[in-house]
């Protein structure tokens, strides 16, 4: 999950708070639920176990695999029958529900980290407090997987529909959401889901239905380049570039919804007395709105396709013409899921049973893909306290019942989700 | 010598030639000048010998210290009494004339090359070519200033002005040209110099007469910087950077004299989802007319000065402001020198007695430093052919005809500069 939800929480203006689903006050009395709690309680050993071997398998943007088959032989070994890798690396596993007619709700911790190939990531222990790059996001949500599913097998919950359990690849920046794109795009159950749940990072009672969206290009201006004294007076790239980012800050925005855009990065040119055969910026567009983020890209291509028109029409091209390449770094789609019932409205219950301060929060997630497919799509932590995450100081602590408590929210929630409406 | 000269003699429109001065009519019909020739012949395989070991002695920017103690060793072994090495590290020598009263004659080479600390400096040799990084730019002047010394003496040619030798160090960019502000500055006989000659580089009868000045900034724009989404509203210093860079491209220029501006390397920012807190452009101004570099230079910083306390009343500067810093990369005098008559008319009429193609072209050497200060200066060739300057590939023929008319050309300019008038 981005470090940034943390800020956009405080941002985010509280909605009313949805009404209490009634599902959700039913799977809590039931007494399967509450004896599904207590084996959460006797499995926690296991469960903190299974964090320290998945964080010390290292998984890094693109070098998911060894955790990826640590987590298929960790499913087998929790029950699931049929484990699969699929054509991306995601790890997934089904456990029925008493109709597989319905649509299944799909589960998901991510398998990847920040961290690059080479990071240490021994897990070193204080008390209850455990320390490694990667440990709360996600390695427990990865486990809490885990934890739920032998929860409910044990408790023998049942629910209506199939549950899709899944390790998924790619949630972090680079990775550009491509484990979840893949599974909504190629996994029929995924593509037909009647909900999905990521499980990511630690905590209870925070909610991201919002997905921000985001557009972001590393936007490329060429010219012929030349000597800056004897060649002055051709066409420059650094020019429309420069009116690039002027026109870029002239767009007018909307109060709502929120739409956001930085010319972050700069680069490029040889040396001070060469006119740059290439200069750069690296722009970043996002909002809770797709319509809204193509709408800034798109002004934002005719701003820097005129600037370049004007630059090869005012100085010379007798060397060649400046030109501009849009490169793109990454695309996720935005999204939002109904926060007044529902799938939104059920985690929200369930954290508020449990005595979480609840609330709906707007950041980028694996739940961006499925909430802009129009499935019904949530980011909820797997529990337990933790900090300092995409910095190698990163920790949480497994003090069992804050640990538990977060847990039984997440399962509350999913079991709860599970149930045909 | 800036490896611009090539493309800049090219744009130069020709001026009308000036006429021979008789003081070069008369010191090449001398016995002793005829005499001096010879001895350049003679001398010749000790000339190639120096030019080999002072090319094998390196010497990068600010790492000019070993070639200078070589060069005061091998000004004492070519008849110079009291070579000293002053504050800076230039090598200074002096050949009396008639009348020490009379103001001086400097002529300099430069010791510095523009390769880094650990370039392969071996020089190899094909028949007449040799080839080492900084043979001919500026090995072969240095060498030269030798040769010019020790014939003269042989011929017992007898100037009416001292003549100042000077191997100086910093020609080349990062330099700066400090080897000749420092001279003139501190060394009384420059301060009140006659003239300056530059022996740097191959070939004769390009006279540099015009000194491009410059000034080179590395431009930085700071401001808070945060996350792109969540901080979003907040000043971003690509915005300031970004209106300088339209604005110094809207400066009107005369078409005389020339004037140069380039936006030519940009940099900064964290990642693309952070708005920068530091980005910075290098731009270079360039004239022959120092008046001209610096009301650019004015408008200039009035632009991004305004464009900084515009992003400041635009957006929000609750976690900061953005501000502009300009730090100098570098700053060289422009200056001209009279090509109507005097030391232009030497130079010009010496290379055209000995048939060479005679023109006056604009660069900026370490001449730019005397003709900012009023003193007639020009940059001149060491004879012989050669090219690749600046590069690893960089070559010199020392085929003894071509080499030795070229020299020539050099000590019939000295010598009648040498002449009282």
Known sequence: MSIAIAFLAAATPLPAAPPMPPIVSKTLATTRFKAAETILRNDHERFVAEIVEITQTASWPFGESNRARLYADLMGRSG???????????????????????????????????????????????????????????????????????????????????????????????????????????????????????????GAGKIVTKGVGSNRYHIVFSGPGGHSYDKFGIVNPMVPLAKTVVGLYDIQLPSAPKVTYSASVAGGGTSVNTIPPQVFVDVDMRSTSTAEVERVDRELRAIAQHAVEEENATRSTERGKVSVDFQIIGKRPAGQTDESGGLAAIAFGAATAFGYDSHFIAVSTDANVPMSLGIPAITIGSGGIGGAEHSPDEWIDVEMSESVKGLSVGLATIISSAAAR
């Open 80 to 202: 699931f029958k049929n484990v699969t890798i699929d054509g991306i690396g995601n790890v997934v596993g089904v456990r029925p529900g008493r109709n597989p007619k319905l649509p299944a709700l799909v589960v998901a911790a991510h398998l990847d980290t920040v961290f690059p190939q080479g990071t240490d990531v021994t897990v070193r222990r204080e008390g209850t407090r455990l320390m490694a790059p990667g440990i709360g996001d996600d390695s427990r949500g990865l486990a809490a997987l885990l934890a739920f599913s032998r929860a409910m097998d044990a408790a023998q919950v049942e629910t209506d529909r199939d549950i899709l359990f899944v390790g998924n690849v790619g949630e972090e920046g680079p990775g550009d959401l491509r484990g979840t794109r893949y599974l909504f795009q190629n996994n029929a159950r995924a593509r037909t889901a009647a909900a999905f749940i990521s499980i990511d990072s630690t």
